[in-house]
């Protein structure tokens, strides 16, 4: 009787914490919106949805009221190279095979390099993922022509077991030549590739053919073994196309090699004929590629491009294809999509649409449709909450969940200070650092003590303000930046003193800088 008394009484540490979300807006599998809904997490998982007039009444350890809010399932981040590190390792003397060919790692294809294997997160990094909205990443290698095995995992522990759900999804394949040895060029990677294959169709006929003759032993060669089911359409490639040359020349690839890859499109994808049951991932950008003639035509074609031509096309393109996953014009810049999917939006592409591009389509492109994509009951619990439809101005996270663990954003609105005063608007900055003087422009835009804008300058181009607040006289904002091919934080620390903005810059391994902004006139 003991020993029941326990188990009714801390049933729900058995099991696991029972969180309840109420009253809320709820994207569901059918794409629609359901309203007055309630979701109830428990053991990382969606244990329950429905409406709120079925619910009934329990225990939780947790209940957030999410009245006015919205829940979306966690978008899928379907081709990023976040959180992978390359570690760099002394090359290996290797010699030519017999037909005086380099091996495969010398000619850039890297068949035994694993995503999963280079994974290096860190807290910080995911929290902001997952306030983004992307807890889903299909990880792919970056270096190379093939690159290796991509990964896809669910980002809500910096271990790396504990994140992955397929270890090894595709290989990755993209026409960057080697420098000074073949494949130098292009449409050398075609030919070398269609050797490639024959190479690996003998060294499996001499296998077999090694049993009716003992004393002919074939060697063991693990590459051979690695791409063979590639070339046997038992797994399948992902080709990274930049321009319409290369889309044309995975196209070619595909025919010589008879195989149904995943292709990346360029911004260019457009312009050929692409079958309407083809598996694409598009990058989501307006920017012409540079060898594209709508950059070489000059910078009154280049900008109508960007403005005009590139939304429509990519509108148009987009309604016709029902398997398209977008991903961000860059590695992580989900800004930079949410703003794409907006101008999409005015090209008349459905909301719905969209929402499945970035969920249910590449959950199943991944394999992982059986727990992401959708909020239904036995799926991970991995979702967002947003204070009006993602898509939508100004539409901000206010609350993520990973397999369950709680990601929120600190109401520190509570303790601050009411702001000295109005800093909304354009001002100028004056920066001095170790590095040398610097003119930037700054662009903010105030509500109570949140502070979001752009800071611009020809060093860095323009970056995000972000964490920004003024409490009082206080004002802090950080901007993220690459420096010399490594992404660095910036902290910005001032005081406003008679309309003018005094303060520090905490620039990391760079040391420190100051600075003073003045309202432009």
Request: charged share 25%; hydrophobic share 40%; net charge positive.
């Amino acid at each position: 009787m003991a020993l029941l008394l326990i188990l009714l009484c801390s049933g729900n540490q058995l099991f696991g914490e029972k969180i309840l979300l109420k009253n809320a807006t709820i994207f569901a599998p059918d794409g629609t919106y359901q309203k007055q809904f309630y979701l109830i997490i428990q053991d990382q998982k969606i244990l329950k949805t429905g409406p709120m007039t079925q619910l009934k009444e329990e225990i939780y350890d947790k209940t957030v009221d999410l009245k006015n809010q919205y829940i979306y399932p966690a978008f899928i981040d379907v081709y990023s190279q976040q959180f992978l590190v390359e570690e760099k390792k002394k090359a290996k003397k290797q010699k030519t095979d017999k037909n005086r060919r380099l091996p495969l790692l010398k000619r850039k294809y890297h068949t035994e390099r694993r995503a999963m294997d280079m994974i290096k997160a860190t807290k910080g990094k995911i929290k902001k993922n997952a306030l983004a909205g992307f807890s889903f990443l299909h990880l792919v290698p970056a270096s190379g022509i093939l690159t290796g095995t991509s990964a896809v995992c669910s980002m809500g522990s910096p271990i790396p077991d504990q994140s992955l759900l397929v270890p090894e999804r595709f290989m990755h394949l993209q026409f960057i030549p080697n420098s000074g040895q073949y494949p130098s060029i292009s449409s050398g990677i075609i030919s070398d590739l269609i050797q490639i294959r024959e190479d690996c169709y003998y060294y499996h006929r001499q296998k077999k053919q090694q049993f009716y003759n003992p004393r002919h032993r074939v060697p063991f060669n693990r590459a051979m073994e690695t791409l063979h089911p590639y070339f046997e359409k038992k797994k399948r490639l992902v080709i990274r196309t930049r321009n319409l040359v290369e889309q044309r020349m995975a196209e070619i690839l595909m025919t010589k090699l008879n195989i149904s890859p995943v292709i990346i499109l360029s911004p260019d994808g457009w312009r050929r004929p692409i079958p309407k049951n083809s598996d694409l991932i598009l990058p989501l950008s307006f920017k012409a590629p540079m060898i594209s003639k709508y950059t070489k035509m000059g910078e009154k074609l280049k900008k109508k491009s960007k403005k005009e031509i590139y939304p429509l096309k990519l509108a148009e393109f987009f309604k016709q294809h029902s398997r398209i996953s977008l991903a961000p014009p860059s590695s992580g810049d989900y800004k930079g999509l949410i703003a794409n999917i907006r101008i999409l939006m005015k090209q008349g592409v459905s909301e719905t649409k969209l929402l499945r591009a970035l969920t249910m389509v590449p959950a199943k492109l991944l394999g992982i449709d059986r727990f992401a994509g959708t909020l239904a009951a036995g799926k991970l619990a991995n979702l967002f909450i947003s204070n009006k439809k993602i898509f939508e101005d100004k539409a901000k996270i206010t609350l993520a969940f990973v397999e369950g663990r709680e990601f929120n954003i600190p109401k520190a609105s509570d303790k601050l200070k009411p702001p000295a005063g109005n800093i909304s608007g354009n001002w100028i900055m004056k920066i001095e650092s170790p590095m040398g003087n610097v003119e930037s422009q700054l662009s903010l835009s105030q509500d109570n003590n949140q502070l979001e804008g752009k800071m611009t300058s020809a060093m860095l181009g323009s970056k995000e303000i972000e964490n920004g607040i003024i409490s009082g006289k206080e004002i802090s904002w950080t901007i993220t930046a690459n420096m010399m091919g490594t992404e660095s934080v910036f902290k910005f620390s001032a005081k406003l003193e008679d309309k003018v903005i005094k303060g520090q810059i905490s620039l990391g391994s760079y040391g420190d800088a100051t600075f003073v902004a003045k309202p432009k006139k």
